[in-house]
């Protein structure tokens, strides 16, 4: 069923689960996507780093869209992630979602190449009109090493699909910058979770997020406040979630991350290989920060 997508709000980065024998926990994902939904997010967007889309199957993909779109049933859109290294793969994957019913697609370079700005305009441009679906550039240099620049946009900004931007580049000033030279024209949202509160206050339209998969209720709440205008209220719930929003930005944030998510009861430790799920001194150390934070996690009711 199509519906628009506003790329506004919390649109969590989801975390795959598998189970022990590493097929997917497709029962695990709908306890985590009801807890999202509950909890208010605005989007789902399956499929991404976070989601281990590097070791996940085209049919995983589409058994993951699938539960998606079955647990929202039109509630908030659902995004897949096109992670895919050839120009043609990407296309036929941006296809197949569209196909499966997906609402809208996150876009990444192709990352095993290290594309120069001809190349990536092109592959996001060939992409984009392959399909329908609204489309969200993923900007993030420091872990995909390609830089979506100004005069980049400037040339994808006469695609009208290419609606919305992941901003990862960790300099807060760059969503400035967009608004200077696109007003509007782009949604933009802050993909780094520790710079959340500076982001929306600098203007960004939304948040994809990571501890989300662990927290959803004080992300989404983290988001209201922002937008509420309820500053003082917002940097007490980001002075607690810090700890945790850090967990997003280590190399191995997607085992942190599951990590945090069991001990919310909303996910599980397994990983798929070549990751391995957290042993000895480091989960202890990992466990010691979530429990810490549990043990004086906020009283939303009250804060709000």
């Given at each position: 069923?199509?519906?628009?997508?506003?790329?506004e709000?919390?649109?969590?980065?989801?975390?795959?689960?598998?189970?022990?024998?590493?097929?997917?926990?497709?029962?695990?994902?709908?306890?985590?996507?009801?807890?999202?939904?509950?909890?208010?997010?605005?989007?789902?967007?399956?499929?991404?780093?976070?989601?281990?889309a590097?070791?996940?199957?085209?049919?995983?993909?589409?058994?993951?869209?699938?539960?998606?779109?079955?647990?929202?049933?039109?509630?908030?859109?659902?995004?897949?992630?096109?992670?895919?290294?050839?120009t043609?793969?990407?296309?036929?994957?941006?296809?197949e979602?569209?196909?499966?019913?997906?609402?809208?697609?996150?876009?990444?370079?192709?990352?095993?190449?290290?594309?120069?700005?001809?190349?990536?305009?092109?592959?996001f441009?060939?992409?984009?009109?392959?399909?329908?679906?609204?489309?969200?550039?993923?900007?993030?240099?420091?872990?995909?090493?390609?830089?979506?620049?100004?005069?980049?946009?400037?040339?994808?900004?006469?695609?009208?699909?290419?609606?919305?931007?992941?901003?990862?580049?960790?300099?807060?000033?760059n969503?400035?910058?967009?608004?200077?030279?696109?007003?509007?024209?782009?949604?933009?949202?802050?993909?780094?979770?520790?710079?959340?509160?500076?982001?929306?206050?600098?203007?960004?339209?939304?948040?994809?997020?990571?501890?989300v998969?662990?927290?959803?209720?004080?992300?989404?709440a983290?988001?209201?406040?922002?937008?509420?205008?309820?500053?003082?209220?917002?940097?007490?719930?980001?002075?607690?979630?810090?700890?945790?929003?850090?967990?997003?930005?280590?190399?191995?944030?997607?085992?942190?991350?599951?990590?945090?998510a069991?001990?919310?009861?909303?996910?599980?430790?397994y990983?798929?290989?070549?990751?391995?799920?957290?042993?000895?001194?480091?989960?202890?150390?990992?466990?010691?920060?979530?429990?810490?934070?549990?043990?004086?996690?906020?009283?939303?009711?009250?804060?709000?």
């Open positions: 069923m199509s519906m628009p997508v506003q790329w709000g919390v649109y969590p980065a989801l975390l795959t689960p598998f189970t022990a024998d590493d097929r997917l926990d497709l029962a695990l994902f709908e306890k985590n996507l009801h807890a999202q939904i509950d909890a208010g997010v605005h989007g789902l967007i399956i499929g991404g780093s976070l989601g281990e590097s070791t996940l199957t085209r049919p995983e993909k589409l058994d993951l869209l699938e539960c998606g779109l079955d647990v929202s049933a039109g509630r908030v859109p659902v995004i897949m992630n096109v992670v895919e290294q050839a043609r793969e990407a296309v036929a994957c941006a296809r979602a569209e196909a499966a019913g997906a609402h809208g697609l996150m876009l990444l370079p192709p990352m095993r190449y290290f594309a120069d700005s001809r190349e990536t305009v092109t592959f441009r060939t992409v984009a009109e392959s399909t329908s679906l609204p489309v969200m550039i993923y900007n993030n240099p420091v872990d995909y090493k390609i830089m979506t620049t100004i005069a980049m946009f400037e040339q994808l900004a006469e695609l009208p699909n290419i609606q919305a931007v992941k901003e990862s580049t960790r300099d807060v000033t969503i400035v910058r967009m608004r200077n030279a696109f007003g509007d024209r782009f949604k933009i949202l802050n993909g780094v979770d520790t710079l959340a509160l500076e982001a929306l206050a600098v203007g960004a339209d939304g948040w994809v997020a990571g501890l998969d662990a927290f959803p209720a004080e992300t989404v983290l988001y209201d406040m922002m937008k509420a205008g309820q500053l003082e209220a917002a940097r007490a719930l980001y002075g607690w979630f810090m700890p945790l929003l850090e967990l997003d930005i280590l190399p191995k944030l997607v085992q942190y991350i599951k990590l945090a069991t001990a919310t009861e909303i996910g599980s430790e990983v798929r290989a070549p990751r391995l799920v957290l042993e000895g001194e480091e989960r202890e150390r990992v466990w010691a920060i979530i429990q810490k934070q549990l043990a004086v996690r906020p009283n939303l009711t009250v804060a709000q």
